[in-house]
């Protein structure tokens, strides 16, 4: 394996001072005219708040769209899933807000491992994100003078987070959803559900169109466009044990990849720190518990080692609020990663509670005998509830238990200033691409970039894209459509065919557990290797043990599934690899042997201040890994510290 030239990777920056940038690149854009945009049609792959929010506003400029998913319906994204809330720069508490703060924390967030000019986008973009959303009908939080409300979240000390109780997520995609069904009514959009992108068809080096399999029937069927969108999330599935939903997953992204995409920074995995702890063996995903919560519940552990007292019986003198303790200027608000690193420090020690010793408290007690339990069950009662529901405790009685979890994936598909990635006419939004968090997201950071990216960004940049490109007129009935579809018929056949005695699910359960042991809080190079020949060998045995029931000639999840740990299986080696080839600590990837002497995360600013980029060589040949350099203009690279 081999470095490539950086060269190959041009992020269209704009010159110019840094506020500046994002006007200059939009005077600069070629335009599509209105009685023009009638002549196009694009493919949006994913429904969430990234898809629904560029098919709608893309529809609603006259284009033609197609919104592809595989939910039954658009408004089941996973996005759904999202609690806490969505940022953006309003500075209505007062409290010294601004769109240069909200970039700074942002940028510093992701431990300075992000392009600074995106994220400078992002937060310039942010306040028009919560106009948009409350002109659409969501029903934001609001103080008693009617303004909405904020509250903190981790890595900040301000208060810019907008929320909806616990279910920011969900409104936000109903508000996306009513927006995307208007432009369906008018027939600008037409929603294609229960299909699965399967492959990627190129035209003269360009993205025409995708192959999908209706999953109700079997069918394989192409769809043709002037560009395609790609807006399906993240790859934290592979780790088999997440807070994503179980249909998340990793393939469209990677046959993108095979196509010519590049892939960036896959090793930039997200830790939750306030998740409901492992139960058993049977569990097929993990709860996350919005970091929200830590505005008023106070994480701790007893100060002594297997302490197995009920946690109401341990006076206050006994306890150790660790982050309290460690960081004091932030405290309960740090970073996911670093609260993340800190429990697992503070159980791996012995100090964990719970029957298996890997949880610790997130307690109200405080916060409810200071504003009352009426006041905390206004802010959270969804949440406590769900809690309650899962664990059969009750919150407001006893502390909350959690463990870190995998949740985000910061690492995607590369792409340029305009969203668009090394395949010309291939656009990432949201979660796929890589470009805004850096090495680590800030909490409420994921809403503010897929609704950036979807209503403020892609309806300037793929315009420039269609008014430049010369795009000769491409139907299905090209020859590449059929050929990319008998190769997606190729593979799924091929799974049916191994008829081996083994399941899906255990291989990709297998798969979970190397992942998480060795590339998950913690990473170092023996560990690393170690992943990367085992993932091989586990990947090697799939393919000839599999057992995949039924056909593919109708409705088979079992066919779904087994496509799908396949992509894993070759994309989790690409994980490791990257993590191997990053030798340094950076946010949410921490290398063992990279670390102060106090243990939080060392960088090496002379060495991995870049993207890693990497370029699928085929099959049996190792990736090339591209650089593209990181420059920071208008702020000073730092340490990095919440203390």
């Known amino acids: 394996m081999s470095d490539g030239e950086t060269g190959r990777l041009n992020s269209r920056i704009p010159a110019g001072p840094l506020a500046e940038k994002w006007d200059r690149c939009k005077n600069n854009l070629k335009l599509v005219a209105p009685n023009n945009k009638r002549k196009y049609d694009v493919i949006v792959v994913g429904s969430g ?143 294609f559900a229960r299909r699965e992108m399967l492959d990627l068809v190129k035209v003269n080096g360009v993205a025409r169109g995708i192959v999908t399999r209706n999953l109700v029937t079997g069918e394989f069927e192409t769809h043709a466009a002037h560009a395609v969108l790609l807006c399906t999330g993240g790859y934290g599935n592979a780790y088999y044990l997440s807070t994503n939903a179980k249909g998340c997953n990793v393939t469209a992204a990677w046959r993108c990849y095979k196509r010519g995409a590049f892939f960036a920074n896959p090793a930039y995995t997200q830790i939750h720190p306030t998740c409901i702890p492992v139960k058993g063996d049977y569990q097929s995903k993990l709860t996350l518990m919005s970091e929200s919560l830590r505005n008023d519940g106070r994480v701790w552990v007893p100060k002594k080692a297997d302490d197995q007292r009920n946690p109401k019986d341990i006076p206050e003198e006994d306890r150790d609020y660790y982050l309290e303790r460690r960081y004091p200027s932030f405290g309960n608000m740090v970073p996911r990663d670093v609260a993340s690193r800190a429990a697992k420090e503070r159980c791996d020690a012995g100090f964990g509670v719970n029957e298996t010793g890997k949880a610790v408290y997130l307690d109200f007690q405080r916060a409810i005998q200071e504003q009352g339990e009426d006041v905390i069950r206004s802010k959270y009662s969804n949440l406590f509830h769900m809690y309650e529901k899962i664990t059969d405790e009750n919150p407001y009685k006893v502390p909350m238990k959690i463990y870190p979890a995998v949740h985000y994936t910061m690492g995607g598909l590369w792409v340029d200033y305009h969203l668009e990635s090394t395949v010309p006419g291939l656009f990432v939004l949201g979660e796929a691409n890589f470009s805004d968090h850096g090495a680590n997201r800030l909490g409420a950071s994921a809403l503010m970039q897929g609704l950036a990216d979807g209503y403020f960004v892609i309806p300037y940049t793929l315009g420039h894209h269609l008014a430049s490109a010369q795009l000769d007129p491409v139907t299905t009935a090209h020859p590449e459509f059929d050929a990319v579809k008998a190769e997606a018929q190729a593979r799924v056949q091929k799974l049916l065919d191994v008829n081996g005695k083994r399941s899906v699910q255990s291989f990709h359960r297998a798969l979970g557990e190397i992942m998480w042991d060795y590339c998950g809080m913690a990473r170092n190079a023996s560990g690393l290797q170690t992943a990367i020949n085992n993932i091989r060998e586990l990947r090697e045995e799939f393919w000839t043990n599999v057992h995949v029931p039924g056909s593919g000639a109708d409705f088979n999840q079992q066919v779904e599934q087994a496509g799908r740990v396949a992509d894993f299986l070759e994309f989790g080696e690409l994980l490791a690899l990257d993590a191997l080839r990053r030798e340094e600590s950076a946010g949410g990837h921490f290398r063992e042997e990279h670390q102060t002497s106090d243990g939080e995360a060392k960088r090496d600013d002379v060495n991995f201040a870049h993207v890693a980029a990497w370029e699928h060589q085929g099959p049996t040949a190792e990736p090339i890994r591209h650089t593209e350099p990181l420059s920071f203009e208008s702020i000073q690279i730092s340490s990095r510290s919440y203390k």
Do not use: W
């Open 49 to 191: 708040l990234a898809g629904a929010s560029a098919a709608a506003s893309l529809a609603e400029l006259g284009y033609n769209v197609k919104v592809f998913c595989f939910q039954d319906s658009t408004r089941r994204a996973h996005s759904i899933a999202a609690q806490g809330g969505i940022n953006a720069s309003k500075n209505y508490p007062n409290d010294g807000d601004s769109v240069y703060r909200l970039f700074y924390d942002t940028i510093k967030g992701g431990d300075f491992r992000a392009r600074e000019a995106n994220v400078y986008r992002l937060a310039q973009v942010s306040s028009n994100i919560i106009d948009q959303c409350v002109a659409q009908g969501v029903p934001f939080a609001r103080e008693y003078g009617g303004l909405l409300a904020n509250r903190t979240f981790g890595g900040s000390q301000v208060s810019r987070t907008f929320y909806c109780r616990g279910q920011t997520g969900q409104q936000l995609l109903l508000g996306a959803y009513s927006a995307l069904m208007r432009q369906v009514s008018k027939g600008k959009a037409k929603v």
